[in-house]
């Protein structure tokens, strides 16, 4: 989600695990003929009033689903014995938070503010996480942003790029996205695509990136891809992030307007 967006409520998330069927407004086809995606995007936007940014995260359907919660479920288990923080499971992360040293992790009582040490230590948890995503098989991670354009318009080209590419391959993929449900635009984007030649499928998935955590595992990629880009001199730190761990060229795309 965007910087300047407010602290997340501190009470243990409820987990979800999304069906692959689309929203509930959406038809549906019989069980007979549902077609499953060979893969999953989990999308989180970052940017601000010059740049627009999406992360995500690709996972291979089954079996990298399964490795990728894993990683990350022992990621977030390792967080419980910190010194520095109390975290428990199903405390939604927040990468804007975490390196601002915000949020009720570092502020559990009213009044008493966060030591340097606390701070830095929270803002390694970004850190932390980007490396086991790095260390995860399988997973394709990547960034597209543009400057000066809508986050509408820039989601609405990388889902006409990634379902090109997926026709190409001949495979078929499945968008989870942070949102609550409201975001027309982006639904929209994906009713657009020619119905013959359709390898997205359905609708995005809209669901709030405390409900599950590789959602938030994209917000800490879009986070360091956003600092990488924009260089903000507070956050000198994390400029190398997202180059250090996905050091793939065409990690960061800049997306052309495709029309």
């Known amino acids: 989600m965007t910087h300047d967006e407010q602290c997340l409520t501190p009470r243990p998330a409820r987990i979800v695990t999304p069906s692959l069927q689309g929203n509930a407004s959406n038809s549906s086809p019989s069980p007979t003929r549902l077609t499953l995606p060979d893969s999953i995007y989990f999308l989180d936007d970052s ?3 010059d740049v627009s940014l999406f992360g ?3 996972v291979p359907w089954v079996e990298g689903r399964l490795e990728a919660d894993a990683a990350w479920a022992a990621f977030l288990k390792k967080l419980q014995v910190s010194p520095h923080f109390s975290y428990t499971l199903g405390y939604p992360l927040h990468a804007v938070d975490l390196v601002a040293g915000r949020g009720r992790l570092l502020h559990p009582e009213a009044g008493t503010a966060p030591t340097a040490l606390q701070k830095s230590a929270a803002a390694s948890i970004v850190l932390q996480g980007l490396e086991v995503l790095s260390q995860v098989p399988r997973l394709a991670i990547g960034s597209v942003y543009r400057r000066r354009a809508s986050r509408e318009d820039l989601y609405a080209d990388l889902v006409e790029m990634v379902n090109d590419r997926h026709a190409e391959a001949g495979s078929r993929c499945k968008f989870i996205v942070d949102g609550n449900g409201t975001e027309r635009a ?3 984007a994906h009713r657009q695509l020619p119905t013959d030649r359709r390898h997205v ?4 998935l809209l669901i709030p990136a405390k409900w599950i955590p590789l959602l938030q595992a994209a917000d800490f990629v879009a986070h360091a891809a956003h600092q990488s880009l924009v260089r903000h ?9 997202y180059p250090r761990f996905f050091p793939d060229a ?3 795309m800049n997306l052309e307007r495709r029309h």
Request: charged share 25%.
């Open 56 to 58: 995500f995260i690709r």
């Open 186 to 188: 982006l639904r929209a």
């Open 47 to 49: 940017g601000n009033s």
């Open 250 to 252: 065409a990690a960061l």
């Open 201 to 204: 499928l359905g609708d995005p």
């Open 233 to 241: 001199p507070r956050r000198a730190f994390m400029w190398d992030w």
